[in-house]
């Protein structure tokens, strides 16, 4: 299931409790990011759920929504329940919301 950066943006601004999950690698992390983000790089999603609550709203991003989708994939399949996936991933967010960050 995804959310769009618009949808996403409505939310953080009505100040909905989310988690912002982003699975890309620390460089790219370094470039830009949404404010308030917890990284986990995507090979290291396996061993390291267990730092997130499957009871949270998760919001999964990386640079273009594929990453993410496979990271919320398998969130769902151990135990996530509210996971969604940042559809177009950052460039999106930073196309539609956030055009002040650089792109890469």
């Known amino acids: ?4 950066s618009v949808e996403l943006k409505q939310r953080l601004d009505r100040g909905d409790p989310l988690v912002l ?3 890309r690698e620390p460089h ?3 470039i830009n990011r ?3 983000s917890t990284l986990i790089p995507l090979g290291e999603v396996p061993r390291r759920y267990a730092e997130l609550n499957p009871e949270d709203q998760l919001i999964v ?3 273009m929504g594929a990453r993410s989708a ?17 559809k ?17």
């Not at 299931?1 to 769009?4: K, L, M, P, V």
């Not at 496979?70 to 940042?86: E, I, M, P, Q, S």
């Not at 991933?89 to 002040?100: A, C, R, S």
């Open 1 to 4: 299931t995804d959310i769009t």
């Open 34 to 36: 949404i404010e308030g």
């Open 28 to 30: 790219e992390y370094q």
């Open 21 to 23: 999950l982003d699975v």
């Open 61 to 63: 991003y990386c640079k």
């Open 70 to 86: 496979r990271a919320a994939d398998y969130l769902r399949t151990v135990g996530f329940k509210k996971v969604l996936n940042l």
């Open 88 to 104: 177009g991933g950052i460039l999106d967010w930073i196309d539609k919301v956030d055009p002040t960050q650089p792109r890469y």
